[in-house]
């Protein structure tokens, strides 16, 4: 399967512990995306990567969350000190990056927090 | 600020009907639009996608219709199969906004055989 990957699928965790989550993008792709949705709602956007560069970051992303893609391969997103609000399927995405913004994003099957 | 919207939460089709869903968005700057499949407990699936300098793209039994002076896009499904059952969104993205999606808050669409 050359789909972008996701894992763990579940997370469940109790409040004030710290989680990560980790995304392999498809593998030529060098955009890697991730976004957060929550129940009845679209995805929101979080953050994205060019390579190893984090080059967006939106407002939803607290001093709680961090993203990182060390090598521009695969991506990790850790949140500290978990709240409630937290809980959400945190979904990645990734795209060529070659091009302009228009890109065609492919998503990942997410991985769904639960805090407890 | 909802940029995206959809504003049907649902609708309900007869198998072999045509189904339309439709999206608004406010933001002039957004120049790339797509449409996404969401079974449950999976990902987003990308189905379609439509640059401002076209009014219409066609895939097989998918067509997008975008219409930028009302800001309003359009996906047309025929026919519809019950395998098209699942959550569909609408999203938009800007040259301002390098990779960011703006999504719609999704349709449920349902196909009965």
């Known amino acids: 399967d050359t789909g972008v990957s996701q894992n763990p699928r579940h997370k469940i965790t109790k409040r004030g512990q710290n989680v990560t989550f980790r995304c392999d993008p498809i593998s030529e792709h060098n955009r890697l995306y991730w976004y957060r949705q929550t129940l009845g709602q679209g995805p929101e956007f979080l953050t994205y990567?060019?390579?190893?560069?984090?080059?967006?970051k939106s407002r939803l992303l607290s001093d709680r969350f961090s993203a990182e893609r060390p090598k521009g391969s695969f991506s990790t997103l850790e949140i500290q000190r978990t709240e409630q609000g937290d809980s959400a399927m945190y979904l990645c995405?990734?795209?060529?990056?070659?091009?302009?913004?228009?890109?065609?994003?492919?998503f990942g099957p997410g991985t769904r927090l639960l805090v407890l | 600020d909802q940029q995206v919207k959809q504003n049907s939460p649902s609708l309900s089709v007869q198998e072999g009907r045509i189904s339309i869903l439709n999206c608004d968005y406010t933001n002039s700057m957004f120049d790339y639009f797509l449409w996404y499949k969401k079974y449950p407990a999976e990902g987003p699936t990308f189905l379609i996608s439509i640059s401002s300098i076209k009014d219409k793209n066609e895939d097989g039994r998918f067509t997008v219709f975008l219409n930028k002076s009302a800001k309003h896009l359009s996906l047309h499904i025929v026919p519809s199969q019950p395998g098209d059952s699942a959550v569909y969104f609408c999203?938009?993205?800007?040259?301002?906004?390098?990779?960011?999606?703006?999504f719609g808050q999704g349709t449920i669409l349902t196909v009965h055989p």
């Open positions: 995405a990734s795209s060529l990056g070659t091009g302009g913004p228009q890109e065609t994003q492919y």
């Open positions: 990567f060019q390579n190893e560069a984090q080059l967006e």
């Open positions: 999203a938009a993205s800007g040259h301002t906004s390098y990779g960011k999606l703006t």
